[in-house]
């Protein structure tokens, strides 16, 4: 999947690059395609052609391969009707072939390719010209029929000629032909017509012998190929009788291999030799040592491959399910349509899912989900990946079949066809449990043994999460909707074990940041946010948070609630003890707030009559714990230190979107106290914001400022009785937010006054980065400008009154530049409409007053200004009943 999503990638950015030559010359490159699949058709016959017949078993093998190939070379000819006829009945007949033949001995099979190795190097060379157009592109310059024969042909010669497909041109062909089927239809549509007898070749295929490492063999990159082929072509294909044919005949041709995973995970059994553990306390057995772990579960790389191929079958057919329709879904009725494709997914798989759950549950008794998580780090044998890469994909087939199941229950009778297997879906969750406890664990996630690749350890270890977190929703939401659904304590063990490896999965992508290198617009959009998982881990934590708390009682959100603040109230404590200058500690306290923020977040989405019970029992103590880390770590925050200022950029915008949710609320009454405190934050945290650095200052704008004008507007949209007598409170946070500004453009004066000296001598890079640190001053007082608008626009609606007048000579001296300076002419030109909006409802006597206290001080400036902007809102603002 990694693999797959690094190729979607590269070629979305190719696909951007070469779709103007498309629009522009769109012959060039039909011209270039039609050449590079030519090329791949004609070393395809120079390859069949040196191939060497010395049995007759091979000749139908032989005859099959040239009948693929003459028909791909007459669709390129232009005879489009050969393929539709008979091209893939003979790319079904010739995998059929090499299914039911067995071939010669192999070494004299490995001495003939080898004989014949510049011929294939040829062909991969001419498949790797013809995949390096992205299918988008090819599929608008070429049929997609004419390009998945010529790839079909391909492949078929090279299992031909070197006795498998597990060749580097039959990779390619099947990774090009997976993207094709991904981006077209008809594309997937071909595919799947013969793609039972390739699946089913495919899975009989076995590991060479002496291929002891699958992660360097050509078998694993195989295994890959196969699998997201089938998994595209299924999931992409229409839903017609030929569809679900093909569907039901690959489901029949994998599940026998998938029952031959369960018996080998059964013969190989994880051995521990600890003793029993009998009466001992509790205590003392968290003490002992883990070392005496054996893992002893080996798993075949065939039986890696069955699992691989289980999970894409599975899986396309959940994304084949239609979305339900928005009338049901805002009615809450049952969709017919959804039901009826769900229901036929399950059918056509009954053998299959019945194969997957019982090799889940001998996986699970052989110990090789315990191995994938201990064995891999402690253990000094060799590494099995495939018994973890196996473990994974078995658990995310078996959350698809949950997932089917659950769909059919929420939109139908279940019972009705085929139920569920109760003890089947108790193995799968306790399967995920444990998989995620292992996560949620430092040393199965930060350490490493030596004996294996750090790369390899988090590449399968990251697969087995995410099919587990998966497979955990899945699970819940099915018994959500059948029954037995899961109790209170087994729902608050898997919340907070969800919480664990969350956090876990943050301090180790913390403990992986690199920071230091050149600032790109990707890096510092990194450094300003909070470490998080990978985006496939949160995604599927994410998923499992949501379906975990969906529904639940005031009970297990209290646990949540209580989780979280005890978790704050921790770093609250390790704040206390820093002192400025304490970088890496500032790091450390950014990894820690992660997980209790995000599941604040997941927490206060709810708007049911438990979530706001729960969120009304907690809400004060949760905004006090979860803003106090911005507070301290604004304090600690040095000038000079641009590391300690990114990471006060990611904690303050983290605490301030909390506080947004939390105070739109309505619902929920909060004291007057807390509502104070909550207007108050602007103006405890600018003295960190104006001092940002410029390079940073365009994400404190965004990710600081904006945030805090938004929760200024949403404390006097949502809470206007609570601010009743704290109405200064936000007069004053309003005023520290045009210190900041009116700080920033006195920034850009200094920076305008350099350029200025250096303008008689010629330009170079300090002053180029002068002009763009310009900019990006120029930018941030604008945007900054903008989201004062809003809060002066409130503020008049919420009905601050005589508070109004104050906000209008705080807005007027900053637009004047007294005081030292003001906010520039494009931000004053930006804080108009708030203006305006504000003398729409201050009286003529306050203005007077006003006009009378600016007095003449800097040539009476704040008075110019003053008497410019009620003439102008007089002009063209006010409306005056007359056209």
Known sequence: ENENENE??????????????????????????????????????????????????????????????????????????????????FVDAFWR???????????????EASASGELCVSLTVALVRLSSIPAGIAVRAMDSGKLVAVLAAADCVSCLVHGHACTSAGVTARRFAARLAETDAAAAERVAKFLPSLVQASAAEAASDHDTDIDS????????????LTHRALANGKSDEDNWNAIKAVAAAVAPFVVRLAIE????????TTPKKGLVPRAIQKKRKVDNYVDTTQISGQGARAAALAEAVLVALVLKIPKQTEASRYDRT???????????????????????????AALYGAGAFVGSSQSAYKSKNAYNRCSTLASASVLAAAGAGAKLASLVARHGDLFAGHGVDVSAVRVCVCVALEVLAAASRDESVSHCGTHVSTVVNESANEQTLVAAATAAAHCVSLLDATGPALDANAHAVLLAVVAAAYDAQVRKSSANEHTDGPSTLSTLSAKTSLPAPSVRVKRALDLCMEVLLDGAGKR????????????????????????????????????????????????????????????????????????????????LVLTDDASSHCVNIAITHACVSLTSVLVSKSKVALSSRCVARIAQTPSALASALSSAPTVYLREAVRLNFVPLCAALTSTLRFRKEELRRSAAIVVHACA??????????????????????????????????????????????????????????????????????????????????GDGGGIGQRATQSLKPGVFALLDQVTDRELAQMHAAFGVAEGGARRVTLANLVEEHKRRHKYDGKV
Request: hydrophobic share 45%.
């Open 736 to 817: 520290s937010l045009l210190d900041v500004l009116r700080v920033w453009h006195k920034r850009r004066v200094g920076l305008v006054l350099c350029l200025s000296k250096s303008a008689e001598g010629a330009e170079d890079s300090n002053t180029k980065e002068t002009n763009d640190d310009v900019k990006r001053v120029d930018d941030a007082c604008v945007r900054g400008a903008n989201a004062l608008v809003a809060v002066y626009e409130e503020a008049v609606t919420a009905g601050l009154d005589r508070y109004c007048a104050h906000l209008l000579a705080d807005a007027v001296t900053s637009m004047a530049g």
């Open 97 to 111: 072939a090499v299914l039911g033949e067995k071939r010669g001995d192999e070494k004299k099979i490995q001495k």
């Open 8 to 89: 979607n990638e590269n070629e979305k950015e190719v696909c951007d690059r070469q779709t103007e030559k498309l629009v522009a010359e769109p012959e060039i490159l039909a011209a270039r395609l039609f050449a590079a699949a030519r090329d791949v058709v004609a070393c395809s016959k120079k390859l069949l052609g040196s191939f060497k017949i010395d049995d007759s078993k091979e000749k139908s093998l032989v005859k099959a391969c040239g009948r693929v190939i003459d028909d791909a070379d007459s669709l390129l000819e232009g005879d489009e009707n050969v393929w539709e006829a008979v091209g893939e009945c």
């Open 265 to 272: 995970a059964r013969a190989s059994k994880t051995e521990t």
């Open 334 to 360: 049952e969709d017919p349509h959804v039901f009826a494709v769900a229901g036929a997914a399950r059918e056509e798989t009954i053998s299959l899912r019945l194969a997957v759950d019982d090799a889940l």
């Open 556 to 635: 297990l959100l209290g646990a949540g609630y209580k989780l979280a603040n005890e978790q704050l109230r921790d770093v609250d404590i390790f704040c206390r003890r820093l002192r400025p200058g304490m970088g890496s500690d500032l790091t450390r306290v950014s990894a820690a707030i992660a997980m209790p923020l995000w599941l604040l977040q997941h927490l206060v989405k709810g708007t049911a009559g438990a979530s706001n019970a729960a969120f009304a029992s907690h809400a004060e103590t949760t905004f006090h714990n979860a803003f106090a880390p911005a507070l301290w770590v604004a304090k």
């Open 217 to 228: 063999t050509p078998f694993a990159e195989a295994t890959v190929a196969v699998a997201s």
